[in-house]
């Protein structure tokens, strides 16, 4: 069983940046698990925002944080960074990372295998 945790979310101006992290505990290797971050806003349906590879050499991004967002993984700490710039007041949302045996991208959500809490990310004006 994997579990995952995300941190770094927060109450920020619009403009500003936050680095976000998702921790896991308990896969045998980590590097075989793609990676993907989503976000919630209330009301509304859950979002892809961004997923990595599992050696972190491809990537992808939603077309709204393209050039703003970056996702990184670093293997050895079990650990995917995503990376917020310029932030705006519609990215506000729960920001949750998800992991899936995988060695492609994975964008949708039902194809991953484990999810964590989330972490809230609020964008004021």
């Known amino acids: 069983q994997v579990q995952l945790v995300e941190s770094g979310g927060g109450l920020v101006q619009a403009g500003a940046s936050l680095r976000l992290s998702c921790t896991a505990s308990g896969p045998d290797d980590f590097s075989a698990y793609a990676l993907g971050w989503f976000r919630q806003a209330p009301g509304k349906e859950r979002e892809f925002v961004a997923t990595i590879t599992w050696s972190g050499a491809y990537t992808y991004y939603a077309d709204s944080v393209k050039g703003r967002f970056t996702i990184t993984r670093d293997n050895a700490k079990n650990t995917v960074y995503l990376q917020m710039n310029a932030l705006k007041p519609e990215d506000t949302a729960v920001y949750s990372c998800?992991?899936?045996?995988?060695?492609?991208?994975?964008?949708?959500?039902?194809?991953?295998?484990?999810w964590g809490q989330g972490t809230q990310v609020t964008v004021s004006t």
């Open positions: 998800a992991a899936k045996t995988s060695r492609t991208l994975v964008l949708m959500p039902h194809e991953y295998h484990y």
